[in-house]
């Protein structure tokens, strides 16, 4: 029989324990093939309808992301070509690509229910570019769905810690 | 043929800038006094001051400043954030609503007019207020044209209205468009480039790159379903005086929020967005709707401020940190009319482009700082801003806009 546990924090939702190294390895191919610039693959994680925001520095806002300025707000279309140009030659803030080295920790259960799970991580992406290199550091709320003996992602909500874009400049890879 | 120490013409067929300009330390130091702290700066914009005691603190000008609206008058005030005993912080935070500021060093106390209301142990000294004068919060000058409020740290030799001069008809082009006023939306995008501030302001009205350095923008616009031969668009840069310039084109393929349909736009909009226009026209007449509706248009206020009526309304200005680095912070614009719908597209068509996570910026930035690393710190050669003069055309595509950037630079910075 398997035991059951309660997470601690957050939420006191009953996990089997199957289900977090589950997540767990979940994120850490999701990290791998970001590193390993296979998009395509990465792509095919999400879910129709999916999004993938990048949430205003400030932290101000309450209100929901499209009602305010955020930093990347995709729709699943909008990703697509996200992802498709960084294969494509006019992607000039990815000429030549950057080096990137994802860590994924910290792991939490938000919700938990059959059709959709929410977990945040945190994270920190060394980039390596022109000769440079700095970081994005934050934490990233994904809400999921199981699928097959996997899961699918319906949303990837990134908030970074920076007060502002300056040592890094812009966000030419996927964070 | 007209020789200053960086910027040579012969007024006919050649404009060019030795690119000294964007490296040398003490070019940087001229424009800080001679430029920063002497021109109008767009500070802020009074939808961010709603009622009487809102503030906010920013950074203007490279100095700490507080933009308060004042409880007694109503007035948008400005202040250096530095209290008048020794300098301290007084406010910090981001935003909010107060009475007054109380410095945290020693507690001394002001009001929203920026007058010292309070000082622990004030008998300590004896002949404050007695002839003497009182301190303050050292005051900056505050002007409004339209909501867009500009400060000045000097001693201005023209009013914000003269100074601005050509450039008020497109901003009036901007606040004219709706019945609602200019409303900046929440939060703001904050970020450098490693690279001159000039070159940004010369980027903020180049409409040449945008089908080279921007093709991927336009690919993403052809890829949800814009006819790609849009984007062959005709329009005119003009010098609009005092080195402030604008780019106008059209038609918009990249959409109008008011009042000209892309697929940047959810397709459910379209019959408002069209309807849009129709209540354009009977409001302002068919030439200024059009004007307003089907024009993309950048102006460039001197010497960085860029207001962006394109696929959203956005305003930017910029900063420079040293000779080769520039901070740059851009604010989303609505109208106060705005429903929750036309707001979620604002934001999304505008970040869709704008920003370090956009489709557009990012390149930019990349290309931008490539060129300052190409200048290294020789400085070597020069570049070139003569698009369009021989011919004696005005294209968008033209630069007579960033020669007019140039010679009022040159004026500034030039002259002994
Ligand atoms: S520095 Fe503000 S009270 Fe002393
Ligand atoms: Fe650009």
């Given at each position: ?147 097959e003996s996997e899961f699918r992602i319906r949303e990837r909500s990134v908030q ?16 | ?370 060129c300052q690393r190409s200048y290294a710190h020789a400085g070597i050669g020069y ?34």
């Open positions: 029989m398997t035991a059951t546990f309660v997470v601690p924090y957050m939420s006191a939702v009953p996990i089997v324990p199957d289900i977090v190294s589950r997540i767990t390895s979940f994120l850490a191919l999701e990290a791998d093939l970001l590193d390993e610039w296979r998009l395509d693959d990465w792509f095919e994680l999400f879910e129709p309808e999916a999004r993938y925001i990048v949430a205003p520095l400030q932290r101000a806002a309450e209100s929901a992301p499209e009602q305010a300025l955020c930093l990347i707000l995709d729709d699943y279309e909008r990703l697509r070509a996200r992802v498709r140009h960084f294969a494509g030659a006019s992607t000039w803030m990815e000429q030549p690509r950057s080096r990137t080295r994802r860590l994924v920790s910290n792991l939490r259960f938000l919700a938990s229910a059959t059709e959709e799970i929410v977990v945040r991580v945190n994270f920190v992406v060394y980039q390596f570019r022109n000769h440079e290199s700095w970081e994005f550091v934050g934490s990233a709320k994904y809400r999921l769905v199981p699928h970074l810690d920076h007060e502002s874009i300056s040592k890094q400049r812009r966000i030419s890879i996927i964070i | 043929m007209t020789t200053r120490q960086f910027v040579e013409t012969d007024n006919r067929n050649f404009f060019r800038v030795h690119r000294q300009v964007y490296v040398c330390e003490d070019t940087w130091r001229r424009e800080l006094t001679r430029i920063f702290d002497k021109c109008w700066l767009y500070a802020g914009h009074a939808s961010e001051l709603e009622k009487p005691g809102d503030f906010l603190t920013r950074k203007i000008g490279g100095r700490p400043v507080i933009l308060v609206r004042d409880v007694a008058s109503e007035a948008p005030l400005a202040f250096l954030n530095a209290c008048a005993h020794r300098g301290a912080v007084v406010c910090t935070d981001a935003k909010g609503t107060a009475n007054r500021f109380a410095c945290p060093y020693h507690g001394w106390m002001y009001d929203t007019s920026g007058a010292l209301t309070g000082v622990p142990g004030r008998s300590a000294y004896g002949r404050v207020g007695e002839g003497l004068p009182e301190p303050s919060l050292p005051q900056i000058k505050l002007d409004d044209y339209r909501g867009f409020l500009f400060i000045n740290f000097g001693e201005p030799l023209v009013s914000l209205a003269s100074y601005l001069g050509g450039a008020k008809e497109y901003i009036d082009l901007v606040c004219d468009q709706s019945e609602g006023s200019v409303e900046v939306l929440p939060e703001h995008l904050h970020h450098s480039i490693r690279a001159n501030w000039k070159l940004l302001a010369e980027n903020g009205v180049d409409a040449y790159h945008l089908p080279f350095a921007h093709k991927r923008f336009l690919e993403l616009l052809d890829s949800l379903g814009t006819d790609p031969n849009s984007h062959k668009r005709s329009g005119v840069g003009y010098a609009l005086g005092g080195g402030h310039g604008v780019i106008k084109s059209g038609p918009p393929s990249t959409g109008r929020p008011i009042a000209y349909w892309s697929p940047l736009f959810p397709a459910d909009m379209k019959a408002a967005i069209d309807k849009k226009f129709d209540d354009l026209v009977a409001r302002v007449g068919r030439g200024r709707a059009e004007d307003m509706a089907h024009t993309n248009r950048s102006l460039f206020v001197f010497p960085n401020l860029v207001i962006n009526d394109i696929l959203g309304l956005n305003i930017r200005t910029f900063f420079p940190t040293s000779p080769d680095e520039v901070e740059v912070t851009v604010w989303g614009a609505g109208f106060s009319n705005d429903t929750p719908e036309e707001r979620a597209m604002r934001v999304s068509a505008l970040i869709s482009f704008i920003g370090p996570g956009g489709f557009g910026t990012p390149d930019d930035v990349e290309i931008l700082e490539s570049s070139d801003f003569s698009r369009g003069m021989s011919v004696g055309t005005t294209k968008h595509t033209d630069e007579e806009q960033n020669r007019a950037f140039w010679r009022e630079w040159a004026n500034y910075v030039e002259q002994p």
